[in-house]
C-alpha cells in the first residue's frame, strides 16, 4: 500500500504547546477527514526545565492530554495516537524516565531544541552556536548532544535532525552540503542503529526560510548507507491548515532514496509500513 492510500503524520501540536493554543485536538480531526489522513500522532511539546519549561505541557496536566485524545479517538476514523515532542536534557533523563513510563504513549519523540542549553531554534540565541568556530565544528556539538539523547533509551524517535538550520542563514549565505554536518553524525547513526532509535522527516523545513525538509537529503542517504530503516514523516504542525503537510512528497523522497517502509507506532511497538 502506498502512503497516498494510508497517510499519516506523527508530528502535530495541539492546545497544551504554546505556539498551537487554538488548535484543538478537533479542529486536526476534521482536516484529516477531510484530506483522508489515517493517522495523527499529536506530540505536544514537552520541556521539563530551563526558560522554556512554560512553553509546552506541564507534567500535572498530561493525563488530562493523553485522556483527551483517547476520547476523541472514539469520534472519529482517523486514528489518534499518543505522544510528546520531548526535549532532552542530560540532566533529567531519571526524571523523565519516571513521567513518560508513568503513562500510555504510543511512540514518544525526542528533540534536541537546547543543546547544551542554546535555543537554537531562536532568531537570538541560534547565530551564538556557530560564532567563533567552523560548521563542522558546531555540529559534532550538536550531533554529540543528540548522541547523548539517543542512548538515554527515552525515546523512539529523534525529531528534525538538522533543525540548526532553522537560523543559519543569519550567520552564513551559502546553501549546508553532507560535508559541512562534521563526523560525529556518523557515532550518532551508529547509536541509533544500537538503540533501535529512528529519525524522522520533518517536513516543517520546507515552511522555514532555507525552505528544505529536516534532514536534508544527502543526510537521509548517509543515514540509509549507515542501515538506519527507522523512519517515521511528520509535518510539524501547529495549525490545522498545515497537516499533512508535503507527506506524500517525503515519501516518494524515501523510496527514491531505497527505504522500503515508513514507521508507525502503537504502545510504543514499532510496525514497518511499507511504501
Ligand atoms: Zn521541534
Ligand atoms: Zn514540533
Not at 505541557?57 to 476514523?77: C, F, P, S
Not at 526535549?87 to 519516571?98: A, M, S
Not at 537521509?220 to 497537516?243: C, K, N
Amino acid at each position: 500500500m502506498t502512503q497516498q492510500g494510508y497517510l499519516v503524520d506523527y508530528h502535530v501540536h495541539e492546545t497544551y504547546s504554546s505556539d498551537a493554543r487554538n488548535s484543538t485536538v478537533e479542529s486536526y480531526i476534521k482536516v484529516a477527514e477531510k484530506i483522508g489522513l489515517k493517522e495523527i500522532a499529536f506530540a505536544t511539546h514537552f520541556i521539563i526545565t530551563g526558560y522554556d519549561k512554560f512553553f509546552g505541557i506541564q507534567e500535572h496536566q498530561i493525563a488530562d492530554y493523553v485522556e483527551n485524545i483517547k476520547n476523541l479517538d472514539e469520534t472519529t476514523d482517523v486514528k489518534l495516537l499518543v505522544s510528546l515532542e520531548v526535549d532532552y536534557f542530560p540532566d533529567e533523563e531519571k526524571r523523565l524516565e519516571k513521567i513518560l513510563d508513568d503513562y500510555c504513549f504510543d511512540y514518544v519523540l525526542g528533540s534536541t531544541h537546547y543543546p547544551n542549553d542554546v535555543d537554537i531554534g531562536s532568531r537570538k540565541h541560534a547565530p551564538g552556536f556557530f560564532a567563533g568556530r567552523s560548521l563542522g565544528e558546531a555540529c559534532d556539538e550538536f550531533y554529540s548532544f543528540t548522541k547523548m539523547a539517543v542512548e538515554s533509551g527515552l525515546f523512539d524517535v529523534v525529531a528534525h535532525l538538522d533543525y540548526w538550520r532553522k537560523f543559519l542563514h543569519l550567520v552564513r549565505d551559502e546553501p549546508v552540503e553532507l560535508k559541512d554536518y562534521g563526523t560525529v553524525v556518523y557515532d550518532l547513526f551508529d547509536a541509533m542503529n544500537s538503540h533501535e532509535v529512528g529519525l524522522e522527516v520533518n517536513t516543517s523545513g520546507r515552511r522555514h526560510k532555507h525552505g528544505v525538509q529536516y534532514p536534508i537529503k544527502e543526510f537521509l542517504q548517509a543515514a540509509y548507507a549507515s542501515g538506519v530503516d527507522r523512519i517515521t514523516i511528520g509535518s510539524d504542525s501547529h495549525v490545522p491548515d498545515t497537516l499533512g503537510y508535503w507527506l506524500p512528497e517525503a515519501v516518494d523522497l524515501l523510496r527514491d532514496l531505497g527505504f522500503n517502509g515508513i514507521s508507525r507506532y502503537k504502545d510504543r511497538k514499532r510496525t514497518l509500513h511499507p511504501i
